[in-house]
T-cell receptor
Framework: DAKTTQPNSMESNEEEPVHLPCNHS???????IHWYRQLPSQGPEYVIH???SNVNNRMASLAIAEDRKSSTLILHRATLRDAAVYYC?????????????FGKGTKLSVKP | EPEVTQTPSHQVTQMGQEVILRCVPI?????FYWYRQILGQKVEFLVS????????KSEIFDDQFSVERPDGSNFTLKIRSTKLEDSAMYFC??????????????FGQGTRLTVV
């Protein structure tokens, strides 16, 4: 599986936008980019995913670079509840295996 | 909103005992998973299950572990003879399609297993 690189931690102020970067320079054409997050003492939670085009949903936006070697998860207005570990995960759609492999992620702190 | 339910939320067991962790996946989902997270560490994949059989397992999922879908709703993880290092948070997940496809996976709140 292609590897992702994320900063260990980031800080944000409440009600400000947050841009969480992810580098995946060895991404293949059939890798989907998934983002999950894990709030304290909870299970992982789906955030968003995409393949080539930018994606928006009620939780966040996903901006994918034109060469797909990096992506950015955008939280438009951070709230205290957004404090979590955010995981950027690649998975090859051609693979016979279906599970997600979690890395260390980025721990986001949100200050009031 | 549909959710994955896990019971119990916390299980304490003595080393060498068998434990069964239970999960009720979302009703129309077809793919089921177990993950674990040792305190302070990464979420680790254990096993995936589809069509009443294991589709993939990790190196962690040795002969001490087994999974079962005994009826149409429950999905269980059994640890035959627990060891101290099995102490972790165990998460069940389900998805309508394979996790890597154009779908999202839903995780339960986890069962904290403490082996003493």
């Amino acid at each position: 599986d292609a590897k992702t690189t994320q900063p260990n931690s980031m800080e944000s102020n409440e009600e400000e936008p947050v841009h969480l970067p992810c580098n995946h320079s060895t991404i293949s054409g059939t890798d989907y980019i998934h983002w999950y997050r894990q709030l304290p003492s909870q299970g992982p939670e789906y955030v968003i995913h995409g393949l080539t085009s930018n994606v928006n949903n009620r939780m966040a936006s996903l901006a994918i670079a034109e060469d797909r070697k990096s992506s950015t998860l955008i939280l438009h207005r951070a709230t205290l509840r957004d404090a979590a570990v955010y995981y950027c995960i690649l998975r090859d759609v051609r693979g016979s295996q279906g599970n997600l492999i979690f890395g260390k992620g980025t721990k986001l702190s949100v200050k009031p | 909103e549909p959710e994955v339910t896990q019971t119990p939320s916390h299980q304490v067991t003595q080393m060498g005992q068998e434990v069964i962790l239970r999960c009720v996946p979302i009703s129309n989902h077809l793919y089921f998973y177990w993950y674990r997270q040792i305190l302070g560490q990464k979420v680790e994949f254990l096993v995936s299950f589809y069509n009443n059989e294991i589709s993939e397992k990790s190196e962690i999922f040795d002969d001490q572990f087994s999974v079962e879908r005994p009826d149409g709703s429950n999905f269980t993880l059994k640890i035959r003879s627990t060891k101290l290092e099995d102490s972790a948070m165990y998460f069940c997940a389900s998805s309508a399609d394979r996790m890597i496809m154009n779908t999202e996976a839903f995780f339960g709140q986890g069962t904290r297993l403490t082996v003493v």
